[in-house]
Each structure stands twice: as C-alpha cells, then as structure tokens.
C-alpha cells in the first residue's frame, strides 16, 4: 500500500457494520477493501469493452519451445 491519507467521512452505520461482519476485519480494512474491489471492477469494465477488439496471434508450439530452455 502506498502512502496513506486520512479522512472523515460520513457513512451509514448498518452499512458499515454489515460489510465489517462480511469481511471479518476492522473498518480501515473493510474500506480498503472495498475500494479495491471498485478498482477491479473498473479494470473488469475496461478488459470487457475490449473483448472482440484485439487480434492476438500467438503460436503456441513456439511458445512452448521457448518455455523448456
């Protein structure tokens, strides 16, 4: 993790306490967390708009080759 920065935010208890108890860790876990999975997500949206758009030629007996050296 790189540097951290604090904050105050407002948050709705139910909601911070039931995604504590689904991960089992602390708030500042909890929030890290999450904000990770919305980071993935977004490379998800991206690697999806993506499909069908890139033409990979790979040859895999070369490729193999390659690995055994």
Do not use: Q
């Amino acid at each position: 993790m790189g540097e951290a920065k604090r904050i105050t935010a407002n948050l709705p208890a139910a909601l911070l306490e039931e995604a504590c108890e689904a991960t089992g860790k602390g708030i500042t876990e909890t929030l890290i967390y999450g904000l990770t999975l919305v980071r993935r997500s977004r490379a998800v949206s991206k690697a999806e708009a993506l499909k069908g758009r890139l033409r990979i030629d790979v040859d895999l007996e070369s490729s193999r080759e390659r690995a055994d050296h």
